[in-house]
């Protein structure tokens, strides 16, 4: 059974275009995030969510909005996709916060902006 | 902005040898841990270490922390083909985890 499960895991998509990726988990962890890994594998957190709230949202643009409709899911929408967002998308849980320490990851889901 | 900086960048051994990575932080810390991934995987986490502890075993891992130097070392031993990967250790800074980008790590049969 797969803990963090993120689709789709590749996206291809003209600039300008409005585009999801999607991420489930299945080990009832209070705590989701999303990271972008850039060409040069630089892992970034763009946001944290603690039981549907959100806790961290670093600087990312307003065109990035993540989407958590229960604890076990948060969703990334991504509106007006320029080319710079080309990169992977991981999906991350831990349990109560960050202070237990481990982090599960989901496979990634690369986006290619055209 | 990214905390923890691995070096090498890139490490290549041969089968059998041992290799080692460093991490160097920034600010005080409340743990650091060390994950792995596979190309085109996600990350795995490999050990965790905390702010008040030194040195830490898992099989053929072994993690060091200076917490005077703010700076971390990751060892495999006797590596395999299989442990080809990148490697990148996390600073866990007030419930916020920051990531490095990462040692890739050859290890040719």
């Known amino acids: 059974d797969t803990a963090v499960s993120q689709t789709p895991k590749y996206l291809v998509t003209q600039m300008g275009n409005d585009k999801s990726i999607k991420c489930e988990q299945n080990l009832g962890h209070d705590t989701m995030y999303w990271y972008k890994q850039d060409s040069k594998k630089f892992l970034k957190i763009m946001f944290s969510?603690?039981?549907?709230?959100?806790?961290i949202n670093e600087t990312v643009p307003n065109r990035f909005s993540p989407k958590s409709p229960d604890k076990a899911h948060l969703n990334l929408h991504i509106n007006s996709l320029e080319l710079g967002d080309s990169a992977v998308y991981f999906c991350a849980s831990s349990l109560m916060g960050q202070l237990t320490g481990e982090l599960f990851f989901g496979e990634g889901s690369r986006l290619t902006v055209l | 902005s990214q905390q923890g900086e691995e070096d090498p960048q890139a490490l290549s051994i041969q089968e059998g040898e041992n290799a080692t990575m460093n991490c160097s932080y920034k600010?005080?810390?409340?743990?650091l841990q060390w994950y792995r991934q596979n190309s085109g995987r996600g990350l795995v986490h490999l050990i965790l270490i905390r702010s008040n502890e030194r040195e830490k075993h898992s099989g053929r891992l072994r993690v060091t922390l200076d917490t005077s130097k703010k700076s971390s070392s990751l060892l495999i031993t006797a590596s395999r083909a299989a442990d080809t990967a990148s490697y990148f250790c996390?600073?866990?800074?007030?419930?916020?985890?920051?990531f490095g980008a990462g040692t890739r790590l050859t290890v040719k049969p």
């Open positions: 600010t005080s810390i409340n743990n």
């Open positions: 969510y603690n039981n549907k709230e959100l806790i």
């Open positions: 996390a600073t866990e800074v007030n419930n916020d985890m920051r």
